[in-house]
């Protein structure tokens, strides 16, 4: 199900990453190495206090991820007040304008539904071609979307957007994600599963967890892998 496109540049830094699984199990019935796994000294994109942080790691070239996206909108109209969602355009190389589209859509508050719309440009519609478009070419398809073309080409090029592309490799390789998609719990945990379903359901139960521990800091979760 994992589309497996990462550079030999980053395979080797994700190695640095990998922990080693384990069979221990929780309350809620997750098994580490089959159901997920511990991120060592994993931490959250962004820290909000109060928020259990979950972000799926996706590219917009990504045939599963297009697949996975109509199953993701359903899921996260049915998130809790305290779980913070995010997306995150893996930015495996630098200048990748699929990742950087997304930048842009972020810093100029594209309407409802732009990021849903892409997917089905490239995946659907075929407006853009699934690998190698060029950033001119996103800034046309973002203008007929409804964003100023002008505006789209600088936020696509601007440090802003540089920025993200760095956070996001430093994020790919910290949590070492292995393909796209892939849902990360909190910084701490990566999400396996056999099906879009499966995925999902056990991320709403690493949540759980994670909601659990905040509540009560001084109960740490039970199967956690010691660095």
């Given amino acids: 199900m994992i589309e497996r496109l990462i550079p030999v540049l980053l395979m080797l830094a994700l190695a640095v990453g990998t922990v080693l699984p384990s069979t221990a199990r929780a ?6 190495g089959r159901d997920y796994v511990v991120i060592s000294n994993g931490q959250p994109l962004r820290t909000e206090p109060g928020k259990v942080e979950v972000v799926e790691v996706f590219a917009y070239w990504c045939h599963v991820c297009n697949d996975f996206q109509p199953h993701v909108s359903r899921w996260q109209r049915t ?16 200048g990748d304008p699929y990742a950087r589209a997304y930048f842009a859509l972020d810093s100029l508050d594209a309407p409802a539904g732009t990021h849903e719309a892409i997917f089905r440009a490239i995946h659907v519609e075929q407006a853009l071609p699934q690998r190698g478009a060029s950033l001119d070419e996103f800034a046309t398809l973002l203008g007929e979307l409804g964003l100023d073309r002008s505006a789209a080409t600088a936020a696509m090029r601007s440090p802003e957007a540089d920025a993200g592309m760095r956070s996001s490799r430093d994020f790919i390789i ?4 292995q393909g796209t ?3 990360i719990v909190n910084g701490r945990y990566r999400v396996l599963g056999r ?10 139960l690493l949540v759980a967890r994670e909601r659990a521990a905040t509540s009560n800091p001084s109960v740490s979760a039970p199967d956690e892998s010691t660095p």
């Fill in 181 to 183: 998609p892939s849902m």
């Fill in 79 to 94: 998130l809790a007040g305290d779980v913070a969602f995010r997306y995150l355009p893996a930015a495996f190389t630098s």
């Fill in 174 to 177: 910290a949590t070492a994600i």
């Fill in 195 to 204: 099906n879009f379903g499966d995925m999902l359901r056990i991320t709403d």
């Fill in 27 to 32: 309350d809620d019935g997750l098994v580490e």
